[in-house]
Every structure is written in structure tokens, then in C-alpha cells.
């Protein structure tokens, strides 16, 4: 392993996820929703390379808190958790 590898797995990557779900949604019943998610998966790698890219304090680059194609990513990602809520959690309910 080289020092990036530990860096993104240990560092970048939990936190991406945490960003993204964040972003998302905070309600716990809806974890599923990620599982196998092309598009959250999409979101938080798009996060990674966002900080990987400006991990440099100083930079000749202006840089951004999110990337205009992560909160694209997210605002897809809330709309299409709403409708996995309604085909999900809602069935759920009508079988208690």
C-alpha cells in the first residue's frame, strides 16, 4: 500500500459516504436505499476525486466546497429516493 491508497480508504472514502448520505437523507430506514446504487456510488466517488484533487492547502487553482456534478448527483439522488420510499417503506408499512 502506498501512503494515497490508506488515504482515500481510511479518510476519503468514509467521509464521501458520509457526505453524500448527508446530503441525502438522515433518516436511517432509508439506508437500503444505497445498497447497489450506480448513482450514489457515482456521488461519492465524484467527492473523492473533488478532495483528492484539492488536498493541497495552497493552490494556484481556485477551488470549490462541492462540485457542481456531485450536487447534481445528490439532487438525483433525492428525487429518486422519494419514489423508492413510496415503493419501499410504504409497502412495508401496509404489512404491519
Do not use: C
Amino acid at each position: 500500500h502506498d501512503f494515497d491508497d490508506d488515504l482515500i480508504m481510511e479518510v476519503y472514502l468514509p467521509g464521501a459516504i458520509s457526505e453524500v448520505k448527508t446530503a441525502v437523507s438522515l433518516d436511517e430506514e432509508d439506508d437500503k436505499f444505497y445498497n447497489n446504487n450506480p448513482i450514489f456510488n457515482l456521488a461519492v466517488l465524484n467527492i473523492i476525486a473533488h478532495h483528492y484533487d484539492n488536498r493541497s492547502i495552497t493552490s494556484n487553482e481556485q477551488s470549490f466546497d462541492v462540485p457542481a456534478s456531485s450536487m447534481k448527483l445528490i439532487q438525483t439522488l433525492r428525487s429518486n429516493l422519494v419514489k423508492w420510499r413510496k415503493d419501499n417503506i410504504e409497502v412495508i408499512a401496509d404489512e404491519s
